[in-house]
């Protein structure tokens, strides 16, 4: 059974960084393409940016380009959502998801596997 699972949310100040973890169980993790996604109060989840399996591809939303980044460690069977320069409507709870042997995608319905969430908060 694959497990996805976050961590690393919290407060922080504008302009300020913070890495969120997705780690992943399962047969051959470094195999799963793994999606950020995050939801707002009152609004529709969007796409954050994309890993491919193989790490062959990545992408960020437009939203994000230039503060954001995604990285694998594939030794920890962890991907990881570097977010730098922060901003407060970058509030939100953030999830990532896998799927199996997949390119990048930023589209919700393409994975099987997701995680709880974490709430990144960002006020000063």
């Known amino acids: 059974q694959v497990q996805v699972v976050e961590s690393g949310g919290g407060l922080v100040q504008p302009g300020g960084s913070l890495r969120l973890s997705c780690s992943v169980s399962g047969r051959t993790p470094e195999y799963y393409a793994i999606g950020w996604f995050r939801q707002a109060p009152g609004q529709e989840r969007e796409g954050v940016g994309c890993i491919s399996s193989g790490d062959t591809s990545t992408l960020l939303s437009d939203a994000v380009k230039g503060r954001f980044t995604i990285s694998r460690d594939g030794a920890k069977n962890t991907v990881y959502l570097h977010m730098n320069n922060v901003k407060p409507e970058d509030t939100a709870i953030y999830s990532c998801?896998?799927?199996?042997?997949?390119?990048?995608?930023?589209?919700?319905?393409?994975?099987?596997?997701w995680g709880q969430g974490t709430q990144v908060t960002v006020s000063s």
């Open positions: 998801a896998a799927v199996y042997e997949y390119g990048c995608s930023m589209v919700s319905d393409m994975y099987h596997y």
